[in-house]
């Protein structure tokens, strides 16, 4: 069993005596944009990003004749249409992909009691993710012995990589350990700002990631005990909407090390998953 499929909650689906052998995951689809002016040399502007086909070789290996019917139906309705899951690479642990049923299919008998099904799934995000989160690291760590983790994630084997629960008053840096940028809107990022009882700070709040020239600012200060949640595109205060309060910009994360100042002394903590091309 190469592969094992999950639910949203990440628990593990039961595939009775259905077998995946093999599991077909290629680089993500995309097409080149190209400026079209005439009488000048075409330039690559950019790219179009295409969800990724992965394919499950999926052997059927049923208990006797009448068996095999049943697991043939147990296995269409396992994927059923509309019905997001996780799959994961056993041989490369630690990340997961997000798919849905692509098409219909049928399983080839190969003899009473086994047949062979390619079964054609269709990842809801291009990007492979990691299972665990930031907050997973900061809290236990990375050992060689966690599901969480594996080689090949980009991980370092250096304590600044491993804090994302930072004070806000001296600089820091937050590590990326994916490939791909982290946006708001696209991936998930949450950053919660709690002040102390003493709080040092302007009349305004605000966190810059140097690396890569993005800010968030609220134009108004923190006081003692206060919260500030980015949670993707939502930004609230102590549970309230606060996005007209910002200038509405947004933090995003490059790969490897970012950056950061800010003009608080709130903890600041970071959530996020790490993302794969």
């Known amino acids: 069993m190469i592969a094992q499929f999950y639910d949203l909650n990440m628990n593990e689906i039961d595939t009775r005596d259905l077998v995946v052998t093999n599991l077909e995951i290629p680089s993500i689809p995309f097409s080149n944009q190209w400026s079209n002016i005439e009488g000048v040399a075409p330039v690559l502007i950019g790219a179009d990003i295409q969800q990724r086909p992965i394919n499950a ?3 059927l290996i049923a208990q006797d004749y009448l068996d095999y019917n049943l697991l043939r139906d147990y296995l269409y309705g396992l994927f059923g249409m509309n019905k997001p899951f996780y ?33 054609p799934f269709m990842t809801v995000s291009p990007y492979a993710e990691s299972i665990g989160t930031t907050q997973d690291i900061q809290l236990n760590g ?3 012995d966690s599901e969480l983790w594996g080689y090949g994630m980009g991980l370092l084997a250096e304590d600044d990589s491993l804090v994302y629960t930072v004070n806000g008053m001296q ?10 940028p982290i946006h708001q809107f696209q991936q998930k990022l949450k950053i919660t700002m709690t002040a102390p009882s003493v709080v040092l700070s302007d009349s305004y709040v605000e966190l810059k990631n140097l690396t890569n020239g993005t800010t968030f600012r609220m134009n108004e200060k923190l006081m003692p005990n206060e919260q500030i949640i980015l949670d993707g ?14 200038t509405k910009q947004f933090i995003q994360l490059s790969p ?10 709130a903890t600041i903590e970071f959530l996020f998953r790490f993302y794969y091309e």
């Open 233 to 246: 595109p939502n930004i609230t205060k102590n549970g309230l909407q606060a996005l007209r309060k910002t």
């Open 256 to 265: 490897g090390w970012n950056y950061f100042e800010s003009n608080t002394n």
């Open 171 to 180: 600089p820091f840096m937050i590590y990326n350990a994916g490939n791909v």
């Open 142 to 144: 990375i050992t060689a």
């Open 87 to 119: 799959v994961v690479d056993k041989r490369q642990r630690g990340k997961r992909y997000k798919v849905v049923l692509e098409s219909g299919f049928m399983p080839t008998r190969n003899n009473a009691i086994n047949g062979t099904a390619i079964v």
């Open 57 to 59: 070789t999926i052997e």
